[in-house]
T-cell receptor
């Protein structure tokens, strides 16, 4: 059974700081890995998607890496801003049979960027 | 804007009642999945529908059921509600042959 762990559970940083969020998963047989952002009481917004054959993806100030063999991914946020405050969720996608691609999520890291 | 619309946004039900949550996806999104997110937890996969048939299910009892319609809308039905069913229910859809997944804003269900 796939398990996804995110460390730390919460993080508070001053504005402008660079930061790293960590994600680990127990089964390396994944199809892809995604990072999502969730604002309080809201749905999920996809930030970055890394295919199992890729090592990293970049979008603006965000960079995500994937080491499938060790079951780890990191999300790097450069020059953090108060608007980055949210919960960041890591999810892995595996082919669970019959064409079903279910996502297994971690519990998230709650980020607060202090002005 | 993800193009995935869920209704209602909030509702309160009594233990033992039944509830139907609705989701409307973009045209061409023929895969839809539902997730349950309890407070402080990550979303948990309930089930997935592809072309109106269930083709994947998580660790949820049969009282959680669903339907997908030809017009790219879908429903999540929960019978015999329990207090632990209180959560945010998220609908997600994907276009055919793509990895991209789009989530709705969710329906908050409170069972009292």
């Amino acid at each position: 059974k796939q398990e996804v762990t995110q460390i730390p559970a919460a993080l508070s940083v001053p504005e402008g700081e660079n930061l790293v969020l960590n994600c680990s998963f127990t089964d390396s047989a994944i199809y892809n890995l995604q990072w999502f952002r969730q604002d309080p009481g809201k749905g999920l917004t996809s930030l970055l998607l890394i295919q199992s054959s890729q090592r990293e993806q970049t979008s603006g100030r965000l960079n995500a890496s994937l080491d499938k063999s060790s079951g780890r991914s990191t999300l790097y946020i450069a020059a953090s801003q108060p608007g980055d405050s949210a919960t960041y969720l890591c999810a892995v996608r595996a082919n669970s049979g019959a064409g079903s691609y279910q996502l297994t999520f971690g519990k998230g890291t709650k980020l607060s960027v202090i002005p | 804007e993800t193009g995935v619309t869920q209704s209602p946004t909030h509702l309160i039900k009594t233990r033992g009642q039944q509830v139907t949550l609705r989701c409307s996806s973009q045209s061409g999104h023929n895969t839809v999945s539902w997730y349950q997110q309890a407070l402080g937890q990550g979303p948990q996969f309930i089930f997935q529908y592809y072309r109106e048939e269930e083709n994947g299910r998580g660790n949820f009892p049969p009282r959680f059921s669903g339907l997908q319609f030809p017009n790219y809308s879908s429903e999540l039905n929960v019978n015999a509600l329990e207090l632990d069913d209180s959560a945010l229910y998220l609908c997600a859809s994907s276009p055919a042959g793509r990895n991209t997944i789009y989530f709705g804003e969710g329906s908050w269900l409170t069972v009292v």
